[in-house]
Each structure stands twice: as structure tokens, then as C-alpha cells.
């Protein structure tokens, strides 16, 4: 299934909103629109909730008698 674009609500924010002319606004994809737009599509940045629940799940640290899959024993000097 495809979407379709809303070429009217584009050319407006396009022209209107980020003052393009129409050769310009036409040499741009949709995708360069969007980005200029500010709409990348892409997830959010980590933030401090995301980082403490990598952390949690994978610590840099391995508790004692721990398999850390290097293959060598931790308990061992």
C-alpha cells in the first residue's frame, strides 16, 4: 500500500512556511522536504531513561562466579 502525498499542505509548508520559491521547492524530494520541515522520520534520541535501561540490561561490570562470554573464568585472578 502507498501513501499518498498531500502535495497542497506540502507546497504551503514549503513556500509559505519555509519561504522556497517553486523551482526550488520542486527540485526537492519529498524526503529533503521533510527534512527541512524537521520531520526525519527518525526515532528520538537517547535520553537518560533509555541510557539507565541499557544499563541495566547490560552491565559493564559482571558479578562474581559471572560468565561474561569471554571463556575466561572471573573468579580467578
Same mark, same amino acid.
Given at each position: 500500500m502507498t501513501t499518498? =502525498? $498531500?502535495?497542497? #499542505? !506540502? !507546497?504551503? #509548508?514549503?513556500m509559505l512556511g519555509l519561504g522556497l520559491k517553486p523551482a526550488e521547492f520542486w527540485a526537492l524530494t519529498p524526503a529533503e522536504l521533510r527534512l527541512l520541515l524537521g @520531520?526525519?522520520? *527518525? #526515532? /528520538?534520541? &537517547?535520553?537518560? #531513561?533509555? =541510557? $539507565? /535501561? &541499557?544499563? *541495566? *540490561?547490560?552491565?559493564? @561490570?559482571?558479578?562474581e562466579g559471572e560468565d561474561d562470554g569471554s571463556g575466561r573464568d572471573r573468579g580467578a585472578g
Open positions: 499518498r =502525498l $498531500d502535495w497542497p #499542505a !506540502m !507546497m504551503r #509548508a514549503g @520531520q526525519t522520520g *527518525a #526515532a /528520538a534520541p &537517547l535520553n537518560r #531513561a533509555g =541510557l $539507565d /535501561a &541499557l544499563l *541495566a *540490561a547490560y552491565p559493564d @561490570q559482571v558479578k
